[in-house]
T-cell receptor, first 114, second 118 residues
């Protein structure tokens, strides 16, 4: 069975600095997708970035980028120039290409210090 | 284009009562998924529905929980005879008809319903 592990329950970053959130996963499949979702206090789940496993190039969305290491089964999220509005829970998620179920990690709470 | 709408945002029930959670998918989406989030945990898949069909309910508890997505109206997650352990946030997501193997099959989430059982 696939699993997703986020080993950092909580992280802090100074405003305007860079922070990296870790995510590892376990799967025997070769074709899958990885996602980072942001959950602010409003509880709305917001898609931040996604990565297709068959793509070697790391995905980037403005200040958000990933470091995808397929062999190591690692998928970290880097947030550059952190802003107060980035404070939230961040969830890493996995979906096999052959299914629709998302498997989520337990989340990392990011605090942004002014 | 409105997003996924869930109501109520917060639902309080006493033990033994019934809870009904509603989800209206995004316009054009015919596939609905329900997830449960226990405190300090990630979301866990419960059930996947298309209009008038349950496709996969492997994540649903065997008793007291049921879900439907009728031809008209929202999807409903129903919990009968609630217990304190049912207290959680319940999220609905929707997608267009999934094309397996396509990254475009992204699930869009609602803001969730927080169920509190007293």
């Amino acid at each position: 069975a696939q699993t997703v592990t986020q080993s950092q329950p909580e992280m802090s970053v100074q405003e305007a600095e860079t922070v990296t959130l870790s995510c590892t996963y376990d799967t025997s499949e070769s074709d899958y997708y990885l996602f980072w979702y942001k959950q602010p206090p409003s509880r709305q789940m917001i898609l931040v970035i996604r990565q297709e496993a068959y793509k070697q190039q790391n995905a980037t969305e403005n200040r958000f980028s990933v470091n995808f290491q397929k062999a190591a089964k690692s998928f970290s999220l880097k947030i550059s120039d952190s802003q107060l509005g980035d404070a939230a829970m961040y969830f890493c998620a996995y979906r096999s290409a052959g299914t629709y179920k998302y498997i989520f990690g337990t989340g990392t709470r990011l605090k942004v210090l002014a | 284009n409105a997003g996924v709408m869930q109501n109520p945002r917060h639902l309080v029930r006493r033990r033994g009562q019934e809870a009904r959670l509603r989800c209206s998918p995004m316009k054009g989406h015919s596939h609905v998924y329900w997830y449960r989030q226990l405190p300090e945990e990630g979301l866990k898949f419960m059930v996947y529905l298309q209009k008038e069909n349950i496709i996969d309910e492997s994540g649903m508890p065997k008793e007291r929980f049921s879900a439907e997505f009728p031809k008209e109206g929202p999807s409903i997650l129903r919990i009968q005879q609630v217990v304190r352990g049912d207290s959680a946030a319940y999220f609905c997501a929707s997608s267009p008809p999934p094309a397996l193997g396509s990254a475009k099959n992204i699930q869009y989430f609602g803001a969730g319903t927080r169920l509190s059982v007293l």
